[in-house]
């Protein structure tokens, strides 16, 4: 498996989730060539956007099948509070409501949920809640 494919399969995963769909989050795999045009265009909507990372990998010993990995997946959820907000989206989850559903929704015997934590781009008006998982694939 590459790291892609993980990245694809947890998207196909997310954007199978009625409670994300319902509160107009759509998720992205950091590797797709238009993934930070999509997802801005998705957050100016004011929509969360939800972008699948894998910033590392780690060896994690010997197999003759491929080459085994610890991993750390992220989930980053973006919004723009202030278009988030507006009148109208009450029915839209915020960057923090979107990652709680995929905390719940991927914690497990694949995926071990290790932190959530959130960051503010004041610059962008961008809020972000980052949820972070272990995981082992054979790469």
């Not at 759509?26 to 990372?53: I, M, P």
């Not at 559903?101 to 781009?121: C, E, I, N």
Request: glycine letters at 6%; charged letters at 25%.
């Amino acid at each position: 498996m590459k790291a892609s494919e993980l990245q694809q399969e947890v998207v196909d995963i997310l954007n199978g989730l009625d409670a994300l769909l319902q509160g107009g989050c759509k998720a992205f795999a950091e590797n797709a060539r238009t993934v930070y045009d999509e997802s801005q265009k998705h957050v100016t909507n004011g929509c969360t956007a939800l972008v699948v990372v894998t910033p590392e990998m780690n060896r994690n010993g010997c197999d003759a099948r491929g080459i085994p990995a610890d991993t750390e997946l992220q989930v980053q959820c973006s919004e723009k509070p202030a278009l988030l907000r507006a009148k109208g989206s009450e029915a839209r989850l915020t960057a923090l409501d979107a990652a709680d559903v995929v905390m719940r929704a991927l914690d497990g015997a694949r995926f071990s949920w290790v932190s959530t934590r959130q960051t503010l781009d004041r610059e962008r008006g961008i809020l972000t809640a980052i949820v972070t998982f272990n995981t082992s694939v054979i790469l």
